[in-house]
């Protein structure tokens, strides 16, 4: 939209406020709320921001950026009615001489999907995040929400909750393709329709800041933090992924006469994967809490390895209707719902590239149980472990030229001193799991 489509938009919805959003380098929404009269205004010139209070931007004596919302991104928040309604947009940054800032983990995205559009491709996506509902006003942190299972029948509140969180995701522009209970107690996943990569990483911001926002609405605290309780289920972010051919508008992954039906482009992009899973890791699932979930019992990928229908897999092949070959794709398994959307789909998506432009080929698929092959059965057929640690992927990270080029010199040496910030501050801590098994003992 150009900016007078948007201020006619504006005036017909009655909005009188504009919250201008955007993320820090670990994904969280940040927002500047304006009148609506300074759209115009913002979006000519920007809205200035101290970069250097915002984690991981940038240092003091280069603090000073600026906001820019992209006006595709308009939408009305549906619960900020009161003292005059107010219209969401996602903002791109940029720095003090006019240029794209290179910590922005929006443009890192669009730097990859240039790269892609000059080979022909656009990259689809379709996340399908989990989440847990607690109670906030529960005897502990994480009193569910309700104690169904499974694609089980939600509690009237669930119900509720998650309808409102739906109803707030069309507001917003987002078809909601399904959402069900998950395995875990208040366990719940919400998918929504597959598509170009910048507009589904807006989406999932847009998920976590309404799921967050409705809970908080109904006294509950909804958290996409991936294991939240020991020994139960974790939350993931299983990604479906394709290439389509921009020119023809044929899905670049489909061959019928392949194995799996994939094509040989298809293959070199689980390859490109594969090659660069370790350091992905750091990326996708980015927080010491996130290698609590990569875990045997639990359906979480613990192997580096691809396969049709086998769940245990971290690249799988999902079936699609034979009358749909537009829908051909594969499924990322290991991504949890903490990443960085802009920065887990810039990596992925280079990654895979990388695989395509060396025509490198992916191992042997593996069909069986990878949890109940032996240690033996694993290092004879070269069954990698994905890093079991935050601390293992920051190093495979650190050695990893593509991904490193991917984030750029700024944000790779930002994101690597805040990770590891992260991981020498949790090494500290003495847990009540330690305290219980040593104290008496020793």
Known sequence: MDIQTTLKRLEKDGIEFITLQFTDLLGVIKEVIKPAEELEGSASHGVWFDGSSVEGFARIQESDLFLKPDLS???????????????????????????????????????????AAKMDFE???????????????????????DYAGYFDLSSHQGYKVIKQIVGALESFGIKVEASHHEVGFGQYEIDFNYGPCLSVADKVLTLKYCAKKIAQMHNLHATFMPKPIMGKAGSGMHVHQSLFHIQAKTNAFY????????????????????????GMCAILCPIV??????????????YVTWAGMNRSALLRVPKWFKAKPEAARIELRCPDPTCNPYLAFAVMLNAGLDGIKNNLQPPESVEENIYELDHESRLERKIDLL??????????????????????????????????????????????????TYLDIF
């Not at 794209?100 to 790269?115: C, M, Q, S, T, W």
């Not at 992927?393 to 490193?404: G, R, S, T, V, Y």
Request: proline share 6%.
């Open 123 to 145: 990259y689809n996506v379709g996340p399908e995040p989990e989440f847990y509902i607690f109670k906030a006003d529960g005897h502990s942190r994480t009193d569910p929400l």
């Open 289 to 302: 809490n996130s290698y609590k979930r990569l875990v045997s019992g639990f359906e979480a990928p613990v």
């Open 73 to 115: 991104t308009y939408a009305v928040v549906p619960w900020l009615t009161e003292e005059g309604k107010t219209a969401r947009f996602i903002c791109d940054i940029y720095s003090a001489d006019g240029e794209p800032f290179e910590g922005d983990p929006r443009y890192i995205l669009k730097k990859a999907v240039a790269e």
């Open 387 to 436: 890093p079991t640690s935050l601390a293992d992927a920051i190093e495979a990270l650190k050695n990893d030229k593509l991904l490193c080029e991917t984030l750029g010199e700024h944000l790779f040496e930002k994101y690597i001193d805040l990770k590891m910030r992260e991981w020498d501050e949790f090494k500290q801590q003495v847990t009540p799991w330690e305290i219980e």
């Open 255 to 278: 061959d019928a006469g392949q194995k799996y039906n994939l094509s040989n482009l298809a293959f070199n992009f689980i390859a490109g994967q594969i090659k660069h899973i370790n």
